[in-house]
């Protein structure tokens, strides 16, 4: 319990420092001494500050999957998710859009091949190699939306444009799946 309550105030810190700093400028130290900890309390958690932003993404995903058992449906999920970070729009953008943000897209890129996955499961008469194509194709082009959102100041509506793209292309590429699998 009392781990759980020292690495939550070590995130909590984390975030908090996120919300006034680019992420390349917040250091363990900035951490520790906002936190009250030492450093050594720190580094018995995390080995850098990546583990944070790697456990921050990964409670996320897991509470945005979690929540698609809760929700009416994936476009809820969605309009959910983009709620959240339009309410972080000052702590997404300091993550995102500085010169180390290599190593969070790729962890965002897994993290959206999850949900992508997730979503496509239930979908009968798809080969898995279809699926993976599938995963693969939308995991760039929602990257590239995501990032092409942030740079604009978060501006538009993000869900709306997402859920269009579904639309148009998921659900045409889905059924274009399972005609050349009837075929085969």
């Not at 908090?16 to 363990?28: D, G, N, Q, Y």
């Not at 998710?81 to 969070?104: I, P, Q």
Request: proline residues 2%.
């Amino acid at each position: 319990m009392k781990q759980q309550i020292t690495k939550g105030a070590i995130e909590a810190s984390f975030l908090r420092l996120l919300r006034v700093k680019p992420f390349e400028k917040i250091t363990v130290r900035d951490i520790v001494e906002d936190c009250g900890l030492t450093r050594n309390t720190f580094y018995y958690y995390y080995q850098d500050i990546y583990d944070i932003v790697e456990d921050v993404f990964h409670r996320i995903i897991n509470e945005t999957i979690a929540s698609a058992e809760t929700a009416d449906n994936w476009e809820e999920i969605l309009d959910r998710a983009v709620d959240t970070l339009r309410g972080n729009k000052k702590m997404v953008h300091n993550l995102f859009l500085t010169s180390k943000s290599s190593e969070l897209t790729a962890y965002l890129s897994k993290s959206i091949a999850r949900l992508i996955s997730h979503y496509l499961e239930p979908i009968p008469d798809i080969s898995e190699s279809d699926k993976v194509l599938l995963v693969r194709f939308c995991t760039n082009a929602f990257k590239g939306m995501f990032r092409d959102w942030i740079e604009s100041g978060m501006e538009g509506d993000f869900a709306a444009d997402i859920k269009r793209t579904i639309k148009l292309f998921i659900i045409s590429m889905t059924d274009a799946a399972r005609k050349t699998h009837d075929s085969v």
